[in-house]
């Protein structure tokens, strides 16, 4: 069973960010944060992960907080593109992805 | 550097025949992770490989389906005698290692059992 839990479904508008949530209150130390995106039924897509300090690249920032019980994928300027279904995923070492139901995010024009 | 590489896309079999699908994972990636998506549904994992060495099938149905990581090669999941249930798509990922490290996927096949 996923260990995380993530709203069905957000919105954003084209052009603002997009601020996807996700609750992982049992992760443990040794467990990393993914998060992934799969759009329509193409090949899930690795965005960003981490372990405790916040991260950033090209597509997006990850802010994990003090206690790593959560966790925000930013999308800073969403185009339409971005409609996909979003994947947080806690995972230790040694183990695989283990995908739950995600988040569905519409971008509207 | 060529991405994870899957085939066929598409792949119809009818009811009783052997599926094989092959799994290319991507250079220096000695890891390999097999996914199925049923229509409508999300992505369960199936089968943990590495290099010849199967480490988790935990998500692998117990009859019908196995798959390898061959020392030269790709990965190959096999389906035997194939049922209707069985039509979905068909994910594979690879990646460098386990810790602190991405996986990517493949674009998937899709299989059509009629």
Redesign the interface.
């Given at each position: 069973d996923a260990k995380t839990t993530q709203p069905p479904s957000m919105d954003c508008a084209e052009g603002r960010a997009a601020n996807l949530p996700c609750n992982h209150s049992t992760i443990s130390g040794n467990e990393?944060v993914?998060w992934y995106r799969?759009i329509h039924?193409?090949?899930?897509?690795?965005i960003i992960?981490g372990?405790k300090n916040n991260e950033t690249n090209e597509m997006a920032s990850l802010i994990i907080t003090e206690d790593r019980k959560s966790s925000t994928l930013i999308l800073p300027h969403a185009t339409l593109r971005d409609t996909a279904v979003y994947?947080c995923i806690v995972k230790d070492?040694?183990?695989?992805?283990?995908?739950?139901?995600?988040t569905s995010l519409l971008v509207t024009p | 550097n060529a991405g994870v590489m899957q085939n066929p896309r598409h792949l119809v079999r009818r009811r009783g025949q052997e599926a094989r699908l092959r799994c290319s994972p991507m250079k220096g990636h000695s890891h390999v992770y097999w996914y199925r998506q049923l229509p409508e549904e999300g992505l369960k994992f199936m089968v943990y490989l590495q290099k010849e060495n199967i480490i988790d099938e935990s998500g692998m149905p117990k009859e019908r389906f196995s798959a390898e990581f061959p020392k030269e090669g790709p990965s190959i999941l096999r389906i035997q005698q194939v049922v209707r249930g069985d039509s979905a798509a068909y994910f594979c990922a690879s990646s460098k290692g386990t810790e602190n490290t991405e996986a990517f996927f493949g674009q998937g096949t899709r299989l059509t059992v009629v």
């Open positions: 990393y993914y799969q039924s193409q090949g899930p897509q690795y992960h372990l994947y070492s040694g183990y695989a992805l283990n995908f739950g139901k995600g | -």
